[in-house]
């Protein structure tokens, strides 16, 4: 097979999603609980206004995923502790030739096997996703996560140093294998590499810089890029040396990008420092964009405008972020879409 990962503009056949289980990530009290599962059920609602949405629930948590989300959600019943599908799940590609689905089984380690991180549980994840998909596995030495690249469904990848050659991740990895082993999984020819990403993603519980934070390609050729305007924060000159990077770079069909900038909101920090507020963490669907919106009406209407112009003909959904940011992601993180293959290659 020559396996190749469309672009999230592709048409869908779905978008799965997990549903939150107690522990680190959800929160030590009933007030943390029932915020966290509000808000990733927020987004499985959105969603599910323009696609199917299969959800991946503990059997602890099944009673409540069914009382909380949309009656057209569909569940499915497997162990969870992280519940970060983009990450711990599959990377869903094609084959052009046969029309074949396949997903790729990276090795999740709970980025870089942080001490606090309870993975293990999750990281058969993407082998039962795949199954359930009717997909073929393709597996992967390399430990990597769905938030740590971006595609342009044409050849074009964009990772992260900090990322794919992190010690605690790939400590024997370097560039050339890197790049090796994505155009054998997701048919990358072009890898485009940024020195780092955003501030607060390297805390304790970051994911040490992945991409689809900071960076993504609406279309072949154009990159939408996370904008810290003020110089009161870190990623004011973080965003200025990616911008000087990434205006360098050719794509795939040796294009320069057309860099589109995203303003972050206004707020600056929380009580755990400064943030990593980012439109750019917004999930493409048929018909539509699920916005990250983080309760400032002026930013979050000017970043809707922008995805709505980078997406034409999709309607610009906005659910409030800030919930799933303050466990360490944000509404890309929690979803990882499956590509519609014609119904031949499928029977």
């Known amino acids: 097979m020559a396996w190749r990962m469309p672009a999230e503009t592709a048409p869908h056949e779905r978008t799965w999603m997990t549903f939150p289980a107690e522990g680190e990530t959800l929160g030590d009290t009933a007030a943390l609980r029932e915020e966290g599962y509000a808000a990733w059920t927020a987004v499985a609602t959105a969603v599910a206004r323009f696609e199917p949405v299969t959800m991946v629930v503990d059997p602890a948590e099944s009673a409540r995923a069914r009382r909380m989300l949309p009656g057209e959600v569909t569940l499915l019943e497997a162990p969870v502790d992280e519940f970060w599908m983009r990450d711990s799940g599959p990377t869903f590609v094609v084959d052009d030739a046969s029309g074949a689905l396949g997903a790729v089984d990276w090795i999740f380690n709970g980025w870089g096997a942080p001490a606090w991180a309870q993975w293990q549980k999750s990281a058969a994840h993407a082998r039962i996703v795949a199954a359930a998909a009717g997909a073929e596995l393709v597996s992967s030495t390399l430990v990597n996560e769905g938030g740590g690249i971006h595609v342009d469904g044409e050849g074009t990848v964009l990772l992260t140093e900090t990322v794919q050659l992190d010690p605690r991740r790939n400590p024997y990895a370097d560039k050339a294998r890197v790049e090796a082993e994505m155009a054998r999984t997701i048919g990358a020819t072009t890898a485009i590499w940024l020195p780092r990403g955003l501030t607060r993603d390297y805390d304790d519980f970051g994911t040490n810089g992945h991409v689809d934070i900071v960076a993504t390609i ?39 990008f057309e860099i589109v900038d995203l303003p972050a909101p206004a707020t600056l920090r929380d009580e755990e420092g400064v943030v990593d507020w980012s439109y750019v963490n917004h999930l493409v669907v048929d018909g539509g964009v699920i916005a990250c919106g983080f309760g400032e009406p002026d930013a979050d209407a000017r970043a809707a405008a922008i995805l709505a112009e980078a997406y034409p003909g999709r309607e610009v959904v906005t659910v409030d972020a800030r919930p799933i940011f303050a466990r360490g992601g944000g509404i890309h993180c929690i979803t990882q879409q499956q590509p519609r293959v014609p119904a031949a290659a499928r029977s």
């Not at 996370?226 to 040796?254: F, M």
């Open 218 to 256: 609406p279309s072949p050729g154009r990159l939408l890029l996370h904008d810290q305007r003020d110089p009161g924060h870190p990623d004011h000159a973080v965003t200025r040396e990616l911008r000087a990077v990434l205006s360098e770079q050719t794509d795939a069909a040796g294009r320069r």
